[in-house]
Structures are given as C-alpha cells and as structure tokens.
C-alpha cells in the first residue's frame, strides 16, 4: 500500500514554468513505476509522463513532450514534473499514480487526489 500526495500547482501565465511534486508514503517508492496524469474540465483523464523504479526509463505524451520532464528522487520517496512552456491548454487537474507497469494507460493501482494547474493567457 502506499499513499501519494502531490503538491506544486497554482496559477501561472503561459510561457512560465512550474515543478509538481508527488511524496509517496507507505512502501518504499522503488517498488512503483510512477506516472502523472491530468484531466480538464469536461475531458478525458490524459497520459502525460512515466518514469521507470530507478529513473532510467521515461515517456511522455505527446501534448507534452519537449516541454516538460519527470524525474524521482528515491532517497525522498517523491516524483517530480518540471512543466516549462506551459500553455492555457495545460490547464488541468494533475495526478500522481504509481503502479507494478510502465503504462500509458491509467492500469496504475494507486492515486493521489491531485493538483490544480491553470495557465492563464
């Protein structure tokens, strides 16, 4: 069992810069595969990036990739996303999940309750 909690989101202009953080609590964090997901108001729950237990292997969805990078710190228990470039179309609710399988899908058996991201124009 392991808990996450993310932190890090706000409001921010387009063409700025934030860093969420995801501290999981429980088992040790190199048990998981962490990712990060978001969903908008009215959309679907959208693939953004995974990293793999010790931080070797990542991907990103597409909306995304160039602009923003995941990485862990195991030591911390905690995954981070760095969002750079950030555009109104960013603007969502971002989940931490961590999980046995590096997916694109949302097969993650663990959620936070996530957080806010709004990029203004």
């Known amino acids: 069992q392991v808990q996450l909690v993310e932190s890090g989101g706000g409001l921010v202009q387009a063409g700025g810069s934030l860093r969420l953080s995801c501290a999981a609590s429980?088992?040790?964090?190199?048990?998981?595969?962490m990712a990060w997901f978001r969903q908008a108001p009215g959309k679907e729950r959208e693939f953004v990036a995974v990293i793999s237990r010790l931080g070797s292997t990542t991907d990103y969805g597409e909306s995304v990739k160039g602009r923003f990078t995941i990485s862990r710190d195991n030591a911390k228990n905690t995954v981070y996303l760095q969002m750079n470039s950030l555009a109104p179309e960013d603007t969502a609710l971002y989940y931490c999940?961590?999980?046995?399988?590096?997916?694109?899908?949302?097969?993650?058996?663990?959620w936070g309750q996530g957080t806010q991201v709004t990029v203004s124009s």
């Open positions: 999940a961590a999980g046995f399988g590096f997916y694109r899908s949302e097969k993650y058996d663990y």
């Open positions: 429980g088992r040790t964090s190199t048990t998981y595969v």
